[in-house]
């Protein structure tokens, strides 16, 4: 029988790999009681996690978001991947890269002497792209702030360097509907109020006021994709003139996606936490491998074409593990 300590970190596990749980489902899980299950999740709560639990025939238990951050609990996979993906942390936003270098020695302290000598072992050099050397880096309030009144639908306001009315001591007023990365650049497109018409500001060169605007009611954009809006401001250098192009929503951050992404490749954040992605290819199995290749849980938004690619790319690689 497994001891309260080891049954509790056990069901601590099983909380985080999915939303929801039934009681029995995890009773089962456990090889416990029901009543055990409740008195366990009690015991969770007092250490600090916040574990929701619904009344009635189809009631369970899900992990809610709290106030703080409590200990984390990962698997030998997750510790490991995490440990590649802060050495290789490059998000040209300002305080991030030095956070995730704190974070990696954090997490080097705690792990397993077995598992630090495999992460150890993975010692990855991030090489700068050509293209993204000379990156502007972004304030992290700033862009907190931006992607803020994205989700709440708010008028933003605020000084834009290099522009017109910045010289006249003018703020700028814009609707703002998405934050999106193009080129290794994050940008506000949103609705200008001065200009009655779209464009796209560089966050690098916004500096927000406070408090925000009102909040307004959606605009449609002048093309529906906000991708096929933004390539086409960058008409010059864009990239979607290769064979296949497609998007797909993924459980990243975009914060986390922008480095991955590339040049040819846009990121915008969605209010979920999740990535909307659109990337091209020269072709359609390349573009599903480019999906895959973030490790995360993603969902194809479209063309067909790239949802039979992604069938193919997992018959390929359950046919190599076989």
């Known amino acids: ?24 489902v995890l009773a089962d899980r456990l090889g416990v009681s029901p009543r055990t299950v409740r008195r366990d999740v009690d015991r969770l709560r007092e250490l600090g996690y916040p574990v929701h639990a619904a009344k009635g025939p189809d009631g369970g238990y899900r992990l809610e978001p709290g106030t703080h951050m409590p200990p984390l609990l990962l698997d030998d996979e997750q510790a490991v991947a995490l440990v590649v993906a802060l050495q290789t942390a ?27 000598s495999a992460a150890e072992a993975l010692q990855v050099t991030a090489v700068t792209r050509a293209s993204t050397r000379d990156r502007p880096s972004v304030d992290a309030e700033t862009l907190m702030a931006v992607g803020g009144a994205v989700r709440a639908r708010e008028v933003l306001r605020f000084d834009y360097a290099g522009g017109t009315a910045s010289a006249l001591g003018l703020p700028r007023r814009a609707e703002a509907h998405h934050l999106v990365t193009w080129g290794g650049r994050w940008y506000l497109v949103g609705y200008d109020l001065e200009r009655d018409d779209w464009r796209t500001f560089r966050v690098d060169r916004m500096t927000p006021k406070t408090p925000s605007g009102p909040r307004y009611a959606p605009r449609d954009l002048p093309n529906a994709d906000v991708a096929e809006f933004v390539a ?24 986390e996606m922008v480095r991955w992404a590339g040049r040819d490749g846009l990121v915008e954040a ?40 992604m069938r193919r790319l997992a018959a390929r690689v359950t046919a190599a593990v076989a």
């Open 270 to 309: 969605l209010p979920d936490g999740r990535s909307r992605v659109v990337l091209s290819s020269w072709s359609w199995d390349g573009l599903a491998a480019q999906m895959a290749m973030f490790g995360a849980p993603l969902q194809v938004v479209g063309p067909p074409e790239l949802a039979d690619a």
């Open 1 to 24: 029988m497994s001891t309260p300590s080891s049954r509790l970190l056990s069901l601590l596990s099983l909380l985080q790999t999915r939303r929801d749980w039934p009681g029995d």
């Open 90 to 116: 490059s998000t040209g936003v300002d305080g991030v890269d030095e956070a995730a270098v704190r974070a990696l020695s954090t997490l080097r302290q705690v792990m397993p002497a077995r598992l630090r």
């Open 232 to 255: 086409e401001r960058f008409r010059s250098i864009s990239p979607w003139e290769s064979s296949a192009r497609g998007e797909a929503l993924i459980d990243r951050p975009a914060e």
